[in-house]
């Protein structure tokens, strides 16, 4: 299969899982009386809910990683097919849930992101910008395999020292409410998102997305040894 028809391929897969998450968050919701979560205790784990909820979570993100799996050739493609696959489930996640609930009703709506190991908490628009970050770099890589494109180790550690900045933005108010215990970290509240630090984490994490652009159009500069030279002839 080609790699535009693999895109594709794993295009649906997670426009299909996402339909499935969103209708699996709307039901959970809706017997919760949390549709709309910005509220204490976001998501009561009473009950079968607890752990069935957390373990949800994890067989998201290992589903995810499957498809990228069995979607590459090598292991470039296969951590760039999940990435896409991620990229594209949050984005229509939120779609979906606004088609079945009514919510968000805008990018600036508060979202319980992940609950592992704390709550993350964010406007929608937050993880949608990384999302976009992350469709583009995969689909660069994966489109343009046969030029083997693949972030160099500077833009990856800039790319992870971002993702964490970013990790401790969505965590900020649950950190704060760690000396109260874990009722507290359940009753927190964010009041306001930290966009100067978020968007920081969004610089350093471009810089996957900038080198793969860079190494497409060529911008590299040849390397060439003194050996390389041809000697000068005389005439």
Same mark, same amino acid.
């Given at each position: ?15 299909? *899982? ?42 998201? *993100?290992? *589903?995810?990683?499957?498809? /990228? ?20 489930? #949050? ?10 609930? /009514?919510?968000?009703?805008? %990018?600036?709506? @508060? #979202? ?7 709550? @993350? ?10 999302? %976009? ?16 494109? @693949? ?42 998102? #930290? ?7 969004? %610089?350093? *994490?471009?810089?996957?997305?900038? #080198? ?14 003194? /050996? ?8």
């Amino acid at each position: 299969m080609t790699p535009r028809k693999t895109w594709l391929a794993v295009f649906l897969f997670a426009t299909a *899982m996402a339909w499935m998450e969103s209708a699996t968050v709307a039901y959970l919701r809706t017997l919760v009386q949390r549709v709309v979560p910005y509220q204490a205790n976001p998501l009561p784990l009473a009950g079968i809910f607890g752990a069935t909820e957390l373990v949800r979570e994890i067989a998201t *993100m290992l *589903m995810l990683i499957a498809v /990228g799996i069995l979607a590459g050739r090598n292991t470039r493609t296969r951590i760039a097919y999940a990435v896409l696959a991620f990229g594209i489930w #949050d984005i229509l996640y939120y779609v979906f849930l606004m088609v079945i609930v /009514g919510w968000p009703r805008s %990018l600036w709506d @508060w #979202d319980v992101l992940f609950l592992l190991p704390l709550p @993350w908490w964010g406007p929608v628009l937050a993880p949608g910008i990384i999302a %976009l970050f992350m469709i583009a770099g995969a689909t660069l890589v994966t489109q343009w395999e046969h030029r083997r494109l @693949w972030p160099r180790r500077w833009a990856l550690a800039l790319n992870a020292l971002g993702a964490f900045i970013a990790l401790g933005v969505f965590m900020e108010d649950a950190i704060r409410a760690l000396p109260g215990g874990e009722a507290a970290i359940r009753a927190a509240l964010p009041e306001r998102f #930290d966009w100067p630090w978020f968007a920081a984490a969004l %610089l350093l *994490m471009f810089a996957t997305l900038a #080198d793969l652009i860079w190494q497409l159009v060529g911008c590299q500069l040849p390397v060439v040894s003194y /050996g390389d030279r041809k000697p000068a002839t005389d005439n």
